[in-house]
């Protein structure tokens, strides 16, 4: 029903921020090196800028400007200037790709965690940055946590987005000074440019269908439209959702789950076997050539795991069959989580 807990999450939204919303991604990491900036030059100056001490040694004399490449795009930064003396951020621009890399890492770490000034502080120590103020992670967290927001409620007007993936991670949170589980629904989507965009994310106490109803009626309400193919797991909760909420659309079982079903009806030993089966059912060229190579793997089956065909051929309702086949081997849509 969900993601097994060993998915590489920090990964997986890593990657989803830099391949599908480079705009926030790189408005995010500006603000995290622009602050992370502004702190060491505060701490070579003895004191915070624009506060009068005794205590200072140096006084901020403006920025220049520096272009950034990142995977996220170019990034102006604004890198601070001193009266006496120079400041150069050598941990963020010296082996570019190395600290590209790692500021990247945190940025994304940070809105996959939320963005708590203790962990914003820890995410910062991380490279290498140390001397922060209390009220300088504040503002950090704070900015970050305006733009997650921003980009948790924009308008869906990059559509129409044909294609959407729908699935839920399941994931621990401190509660009331408790350890609970709730459940992070995630929808990602096609838009008119081709492009893969994360759509919304929610967080839900359980995945039943009311929680699934409200996170894609939500999505409606912010523009999602044009969708002609949702991909998603069996949950009974979730394709109900689906089929209330957008109703011209056709519903695809994702196919990694369902390997995932099939596989725990044999044996260990057996499963490779079992799963190249499967595999062949999705390389067929048409519609037809999909339908005659399943009957093949059921028969396969059928002779040595009775258990597993019975499985797979429960899973061919006329519901999945009309779409899985033609889309599966046409667009090859399937394949939402490998």
């Known amino acids: 029903m969900t993601a097994p807990d060993s998915l590489p999450l920090h990964a997986l939204a890593e990657d989803n921020l830099a391949a599908a919303s480079p705009d926030l991604l790189r408005a995010m990491v500006k603000t995290f090196a622009d602050a992370l900036m502004s702190a060491e030059a505060d701490a070579l100056c003895n004191a915070e800028y624009g506060q009068v001490s005794d205590e200072r040694v140096n006084h901020r004399n403006g920025y220049r400007p520096r272009e950034w490449d990142t995977r996220a795009g170019t990034v102006e930064l604004a890198i601070p200037k001193l009266r006496s003396g120079s400041y150069f951020p050598h941990w963020l621009l010296e082996r570019r790709r190395r600290a590209e890399q790692a500021l990247i890492s945190v940025v994304a770490t940070a809105y996959l ?30 900015h970050l946590d305006e733009q997650v927001a921003a980009f948790r409620n924009r308008p869906l007007d990059a559509g129409p987005y044909a294609f959407v993936w729908v699935d839920a991670l399941t994931q621990k949170v401190r ?4 350890i609970i589980n709730v459940h992070a629904l995630i929808a990602v989507g096609v838009n008119a ?51 209330a909420v957008l109703p011209g659309a056709s519903w ?34 048409d519609t037809d050539a999909v339908q005659a190579q399943m009957r093949h793997v059921l028969d396969a089956l059928e002779a040595k795991f009775p258990k597993a065909a019975e499985h797979l051929d429960g899973a061919l309702s006329p519901r999945v069959d009309t779409c899985s086949c033609r889309y599966a081997a046409s667009v090859k849509v399937a394949d939402c989580c490998s």
């Not at 922060?132 to 992670?137: A, E």
């Not at 509660?175 to 408790?178: I, L, S, W, Y």
């Not at 439209?225 to 959702?241: E, K």
């Not at 079903?261 to 079992?274: E, I, R, T, Y």
Request: charged letters at 20%; glycine letters at 10%.
């Open 175 to 178: 509660e009331g000074g408790r």
């Open 113 to 142: 965690l939320g963005v708590s000034t203790r962990r914003v502080e820890k995410l910062a120590e991380s490279l290498g940055v140390t001397q922060l103020s209390k009220s300088q992670v504040s503002a950090m967290a704070r």
């Open 193 to 243: 440019d081709g492009h893969r965009e994360i759509l919304g994310l929610d967080v839900a106490s359980s995945e039943d269908g009311a929680g699934w109803l409200t996170f894609l009626r939500s999505l409606i309400a912010r523009g999602l439209s044009g969708v002609q193919l949702v991909v998603s797991d069996a949950h009974a909760g979730l394709v109900d959702a689906i089929g």
């Open 252 to 285: 695809q079982r994702c196919r990694t789950h369902y390997a995932r079903n099939l596989l725990s009806q044999v044996p260990k030993s057996a499963q490779p076997w079992v799963a190249t089966l499967l595999r062949t059912v999705f390389e067929q060229p």
